[in-house]
């Protein structure tokens, strides 16, 4: 069996890891640690639990993790950085599900997080976890950087396109909406369901620290340096993200059809991606609890841009789910295994 830990197990993306993790046949969760919940029953703090787990929160000292052959991260930004130097020296592989791994260039990190990195050293052996391009090089990683929620479905989305070299590089556009938890669980007035329900808005229009984090991916997909324009939005919601892309051809005369085919052909023997008919409209209940993302291509009328649908679960392949596809893949086990559950409807 493999021993998995997770360190900051009481958010969103923590326990959506044990939900999952629960019904993994070859792992074993050997720790769950919270600073905060230290010796409280894990069911205490989540009920939909009971009978599937009995151990008790932890603190997140090297002792208690030292058992472990795989650490998940779900902490907070520039938490991990401070942990994963020695966890490495124990010879334990690392899933960190916040940004401490995923940008490459520490200057640009520090601009966008607001802090010093710990172990700026390391950012060059972290690999960006995103399988349905990264896979063999997640095989031989200690350290995966799991990608943010909307870098997920914005850059599947696009791969394709890019990776043809079809498109301009310079203008793409992602138009973006997530629901709440995707802030994480925590106390915050903007995300409270009184403030969320029965209203729409963008934030951070001027610039998303997961900016960085898509062009840092798009720009390797691509011959040329991208320009993204990126305006994400919160939605009445609790979970779900959906990605709205725009791209212009290169080519006037390429038809609808002929970049579906490229879709298909790309996507075709990735487990989580599903590629729907022409002009279809994937709904974000479409994959809710799943680690599935699903995509539909469009053409504006009259017009050289093409539009890409991209839906995603925020907390599952946006976030845990992605996680434990990462450590299948790190441990050899079938890349689905306890990722096959079916969407909830409604």
Request: charged share 15%; aromatic share 6%.
């Amino acid at each position: 069996m493999i021993k998995v830990g997770i360190v900051g197990g009481t958010g969103y993306t923590g326990v959506e890891l044990l939900r999952l993790l629960i019904n993994h046949p070859e792992i074993k969760i050997e720790a769950i640690t919270s600073r905060a919940q230290a010796g409280t029953a894990i069911t205490n703090l989540f009920p939909n639990l009971r009978g599937h787990i009995d151990l008790l929160f932890t603190e997140p000292t090297l002792e208690n993790l030292a058992n472990c052959n795989i650490v998940f991260f779900a902490t907070p930004n520039g938490t991990a950085m401070k942990s994963v130097p020695e966890l490495l020296k124990l010879g334990i592989k690392i899933i960190d599900l916040s940004a401490d791994f995923r940008i490459k260039d520490v200057a640009v990190w520090e601009q966008w997080y607001g802090m010093e990195h710990a172990c700026s050293n390391l950012l060059n052996d972290a690999v960006y976890g995103l399988p349905e391009w990264k896979r063999t090089e997640i095989t031989k990683a200690s350290i995966i950087a799991n990608p943010g929620c909307y870098p997920t479905a914005i850059q599947l989305g696009f791969l394709p396109l890019l990776e043809a070299g079809i498109i301009d590089t310079g203008y793409l556009i992602a138009d973006g909406k997530s629901g709440a938890s995707g802030a994480g669980r925590k106390a915050n007035i903007g995300t409270l369901m009184g403030e969320v329900g029965e209203s729409f808005k963008a934030y951070n229009a001027s610039g998303h620290r997961h900016s960085p984090e898509i062009v840092q991916g798009l720009d390797e997909y691509s011959n040329d340096k991208v320009g993204l324009t990126f305006v994400p939005h919160l939605v009445p919601m609790i979970r779900g993200i959906e990605a709205t892309l725009y791209a212009n051809l290169l080519q006037t005369d390429m038809k609808l059809e002929d970049i579906q085919a490229l879709f298909e052909q790309r996507y075709m023997n990735e487990p989580f991606v599903d590629v729907l008919p022409i002009n279809s409209h994937p709904e974000t209940r479409n994959v809710r609890g799943t680690n599935m993302c699903q995509l539909a291509i469009h053409r504006s009328q009259n017009s050289n841009t093409i539009i890409i649908l991209a839906v995603i679960d925020n907390l599952v392949k946006g976030a845990a789910g992605q996680a434990i596809q990462n450590m299948n893949i790190i441990c050899g086990l079938p890349e689905t295994m306890a990722l096959t559950n079916v969407a909830l409807s409604p």
